[in-house]
Nanobody, 114 residues
Framework: QVHFVESGGGLVQPGGSLRLSCATSASIFSRYHMGWYRQAPGKQRELVATITTTGSTNYADSVKGRFTISRDNAKNTVYLQMNSLKPDDTAVYYC????????WGKGTLVTVSS
């Protein structure tokens, strides 16, 4: 059974930083590209960033230059470093493979507010 466990969310002021983590199984992590997704209140889930098995990255225009995705192959974990956070970044953040499998974790809530 595929599962993803996200952590690291919280409440942060505009301009602040957070680092999200996502752990999954070794069989998934070693074989698939990974992505971070987010779903803001009242909106559809959107792709935020991706990282290939070889470490190439890509970002949505809205987060380019502020967010950094990385992966630790020894820990089967993917990270999302988020800097210069804005209120529009408020959302539940999920990780999954890229393209996404039909198996989502609970996500981690990021709230950017003063």
């Amino acid at each position: 059974q595929v599962h993803f466990v996200e952590s690291g969310g919280g409440l942060v002021q505009p301009g602040g930083s957070l680092r999200l983590s996502c752990a999954t199984s070794a069989s998934i992590f070693s074989r698939y590209h990974m992505g971070w997704y987010r779903q803001a209140p009242g909106k559809q889930r959107e792709l935020v960033a991706t990282i290939t098995t070889t470490g190439s990255t890509n970002y949505a225009d809205s987060v380019k230059g502020r967010f950094t995705i990385s992966r630790d192959n020894a820990k089967n974990t993917v990270y999302l470093q988020m800097n210069s956070l804005k209120p529009d970044d408020t959302a539940v953040y999920y990780c999954n493979t890229f393209p996404a499998m039909d198996a989502w974790g609970k996500g981690t809530l990021v709230t950017v507010s003063s």
